[in-house]
């Protein structure tokens, strides 16, 4: 391994702006940040034309392993990661077994730590009595609540139960956000249909707001740290806009919610469109792109949850929800600022800087003296197409399929060492490392 790396004369996006110069990284750190640097170094990067940025953090996959491994691994879906410069993921619990104890949290530890090409954490997802293990978890990014997408025994809607999760818990509470008596009122009333644009029908704005609107009460009741993940609709939008919310309520986007509209995304993709929450319309789109840009929402995601093409090709109803998505993030979040709707720093912060400060990640997700040496390096004009074929992900497929984008993820390095580089992988055990978090107190992202 690399005891030490030498960026020259190279465009870095840093928090205080653009900028060019040198980067120098011993260890796992950056060590220097320079207009010019003269120091030695065990490898010198100065291909000209390149951006460094800070390594892309997705707080929101689903790598299937334990339990689901033909479609995707922690091995798989790390190596898909680092291909599109996400240096940092945190992995759901809605596996098999679910991780819904400690002993089972620190199994996935110990399975990352020997197979992930990328930093990882990851969740534990709470039942209708664990509330002891979800206190006890250590160095845990958070607990998940499925508050309306049953899971085995994860759904928890019993009130009851809710208001002892967020009365006791001593870390972030995530929740998907979706009223299950509603959903399931609307399952009834669509059953038997094989119009796949019904999804959205099913899953309503209102089942939505309604649970949004449940799980902000209890947040604000108990003073409780709250992340709304994926969040899809317009009226939710508008509804939190008008709460002055309190900074310890925070919210996401997925790239896809913000990118692929109905109805043209079923009449297109059919099956391959379904996922939860629902794809919806653009002017449901619009409303999250206006969120995000107030302030709102603070980070983009991709929920990446990848099914094989053969699972997904089956009619609506037996097709299973989720894509994939990790590695194409930050080249479809790039188009924003091609198409001069965001600049660099932006993006930068929606991938990099806001869930670190959401999360309170120790030293990561800025390009800082003293920070871990998590980059990406971008070529900003390659022009490219998103494609099936060149999928790294183990499902091999892309709701993205054919998109031409600007803007290409070329070089990845985690903790100062390459772990990808135009096409190659590069993997020693102990590259990568569980993530750990600075504070339990939010800071504003």
């Given at each position: 391994?690399?005891?030490?790396?030498?960026?020259?004369?190279?465009?870095?996006?840093?928090?205080?702006?653009?900028?060019?110069?040198?980067?120098?990284?011993?260890?796992?750190?950056?060590?220097?940040?320079?207009?010019?640097?003269?120091?030695?170094?065990?490898?010198?990067?100065?291909?000209?034309?390149?951006?460094?940025?800070?390594?892309?953090?997705?707080?929101?996959?689903?790598?299937?392993?334990?339990?689901?491994?033909?479609?995707?691994?922690?091995?798989?879906?790390?190596?898909?990661?680092?291909?599109?410069?996400?240096?940092?993921?945190?992995?759901?619990?809605?596996?098999?077994?679910?991780?819904?104890?400690?002993?089972?949290?620190?199994?996935?530890?110990?399975?990352?730590?020997?197979?992930?090409f990328a930093n990882y954490n990851f969740y534990i997802g709470a039942t209708l009595d664990n509330l002891d293990e979800l206190i006890k978890a250590e160095n845990c990014p958070g607990i998940k609540i499925f508050m309306g997408s049953s899971t085995g025994n994860m759904l928890v809607d019993d009130q009851k139960i809710l208001d002892d999760i967020f009365k006791y818990a001593n870390k972030p509470i995530v929740?998907?956000?979706?009223?299950?008596?509603?959903?399931?009122?609307?399952?009834?009333?669509?059953?038997?249909?094989?119009?796949?644009?019904?999804?959205?029908?099913?899953?309503?704005?209102e089942a939505a707001l309604a649970c949004t609107k449940r799980a902000v009460a209890l947040a604000k009741k108990h003073q409780q740290r709250l992340?709304?993940?994926?969040?899809?609709?317009?009226?939710?939008?508008?509804?939190?806009?008008?709460?002055?919310?309190?900074?310890?309520?925070?919210?996401?986007?997925?790239?896809?919610?913000?990118?692929?509209?109905?109805?043209?995304?079923?009449?297109?993709?059919?099956?391959?469109?379904?996922?939860?929450?629902?794809?919806?319309?653009?002017?449901?789109?619009?409303?999250?792109?206006?969120?995000?840009?107030?302030?709102?929402?603070?980070?983009?995601?991709?929920?990446?949850?990848?099914?094989?093409?053969?699972?997904?090709?089956?009619?609506?109803?037996?097709?299973?929800?989720?894509?994939?998505?990790?590695?194409?993030?930050?080249?479809?979040?790039?188009?924003?600022?091609?198409?001069?709707n965001a600049t660099l720093n932006d993006v930068s912060r929606w991938l990099s800087g806001a869930p670190q400060r959401l999360f309170n990640i120790d030293r990561r997700g800025q390009i800082l003296p003293g920070y871990f040496a998590d980059f990406v390096v971008v070529d900003l004009d390659a022009s490219w197409a998103i494609e099936n074929k060149t999928t790294v992900s183990q499902c091999g497929w892309s709701a993205f399929d054919g998109w031409k984008v600007k803007g290409k993820p070329v070089m990845t390095f985690v903790n100062g060492q390459m772990v990808f580089r135009e096409g190659e992988f590069f993997y020693a055990p102990g590259i990568a490392s569980e993530v750990s978090f600075a504070s339990s107190v939010p800071i504003s992202a």
């Open positions: 391994m690399k005891e030490s790396t030498l960026f020259k004369n190279i465009q870095m996006v840093l928090p205080e702006g653009v900028r060019q110069g040198d980067v120098l990284v011993v260890g796992d750190k950056v060590s220097k940040i320079a207009p010019s640097l003269s120091d030695s170094a065990d490898e010198v990067i100065a291909d000209s034309g390149l951006t460094l940025m800070p390594g892309c953090i997705d707080t929101h996959v689903h790598f299937r392993e334990p339990g689901a491994t033909h479609k995707e691994t922690i091995a798989s879906g790390s190596k898909a990661a680092v291909s599109g410069g996400v240096t940092t993921f945190f992995d759901m619990p809605n596996n098999s077994p679910a991780t819904i104890t400690v002993n089972e949290l620190h199994w996935k530890k110990q399975r990352a730590s020997n197979s992930s929740i998907h956000s979706e009223d299950e008596t509603m959903v399931r009122d609307n399952m009834d009333r669509y059953k038997g249909s094989t119009d796949v644009s019904d999804h959205m029908n099913i899953r309503t704005p992340h709304i993940l994926h969040l899809t609709t317009a009226e939710e939008v508008d509804w939190l806009m008008n709460q002055n919310l309190p900074p310890y309520i925070t919210v996401e986007v997925c790239i896809q919610h913000l990118l692929l509209h109905a109805p043209r995304v079923y009449e297109e993709l059919g099956t391959f469109a379904q996922i939860n929450p629902p794809l919806r319309s653009s002017a449901h789109a619009d409303r999250l792109w206006h969120g995000l840009r107030q302030g709102l929402i603070s980070s983009i995601v991709t929920d990446h949850a990848p099914h094989l093409i053969e699972e997904k090709h089956q009619p609506f109803g037996q097709a299973p929800s989720g894509m994939p998505g990790v590695e194409t993030l930050l080249p479809l979040t790039l188009q924003f600022y091609h198409q001069k």
